[in-house]
Nanobody, 124 residues
Framework: QVQLVESGGGLVRPGDSLRLSCAAS????????MAWFRQTPGKEREFVAT????????EYADSVKERFTISRDNRKDTLSLQMNSLKSEDSGVYFC?????????????????WGQGTQVTVSS
């Protein structure tokens, strides 16, 4: 079992930066592929970024490339998402997710554990 708790969301203006964190507890964080997804009302949960257990393999959605950075600290069981140059379309609830295997994936069906989410609102 893995418990995931996101933090760091808030209300920011376009062009601002925000850093999200996901604290994991339970078993074997360092052996799990991890990801961030986001969701807005009426839409499906969409992929944002994923990272494998070792942080050697990382993938981003095209919409966030060059602006977002995913990282992990396996000593502290923490996943992070640094978001720069935020746009209004980045608004949504951001979810941290964990797999049961070491590899990364951009498919939400591949994730067994989810946090409750943290709200990000980008508005002028």
């Amino acid at each position: 079992q893995v418990q995931l708790v996101e933090s760091g969301g808030g209300l920011v203006r376009p062009g601002d930066s925000l850093r999200l964190s996901c604290a994991a507890s339970g078993r074997a964080f360092s052996s799990r592929g991890m990801a961030w997804f986001r969701q807005t009302p009426g839409k499906e949960r969409e992929f944002v970024a994923t990272i494998d257990y070792s942080a050697r393999t990382i993938e981003y959605a095209d919409s966030v490339k060059e602006r977002f950075t995913i990282s992990r600290d396996n000593r502290k069981d923490t996943l992070s998402l640094q978001m720069n140059s935020l746009k209004s379309e980045d608004s949504g609830v951001y979810f941290c997710a964990a797999r049961t295997v070491p590899g990364e994936s951009n498919d939400r069906e591949m994730y067994a554990y989810w946090g409750q989410g943290t709200q990000v609102t980008v508005s002028s």
